[in-house]
Nanobody
Framework: QVQLVESGGGSVQAGGSLRLSCAASGSTFSSLTVGWFRQAPGMEREFVAAVYLSGAASAYADSVKGRFIISRDNRKNTVSLQMNNLKPEDTAVYYC?????????????????WGRGTLVTVSS
């Protein structure tokens, strides 16, 4: 079992930056694919970014490419999401999620472990 705890959410003006962190418990962290998802009010949960195994490979939603950077530290069992040039449309609850790398899938349906989420609010 893996527990995920997010931190770092808050309120920021458009153009600003925030850094989210996800701390994981459990001894299998290095074998997990870890992703960030977000859900705005009245919207479905959507993929934001994912980082695989050693951290050498990552993926991003088109809406955040060039603005967000995902990274992981397998020694500390943490994943971070650096969010730059934030826009009002980035406002959402952000969730950290994970599954075993062998699933080879990063969707809201395929992730096995979820954090409780952290709220990001971007004002114009």
């Amino acid at each position: 079992q893996v527990q995920l705890v997010e931190s770092g959410g808050g309120s920021v003006q458009a153009g600003g930056s925030l850094r989210l962190s996800c701390a994981a418990s459990g001894s299998t962290f290095s074998s997990l694919t870890v992703g960030w998802f977000r859900q705005a009010p009245g919207m479905e949960r959507e993929f934001v970014a994912a980082v695989y195994l050693s951290g050498a490979a990552s993926a991003y939603a088109d809406s955040v490419k060039g603005r967000f950077i995902i990274s992981r530290d397998n020694r500390k069992n943490t994943v971070s999401l650096q969010m730059n040039n934030l826009k009002p449309e980035d406002t959402a609850v952000y969730y950290c999620a994970a599954n075993h790398f062998s699933k080879r899938s990063v969707t809201a349906q395929s992730m096995d472990f979820w954090g409780r989420g952290t709220l990001v609010t971007v004002s114009s």
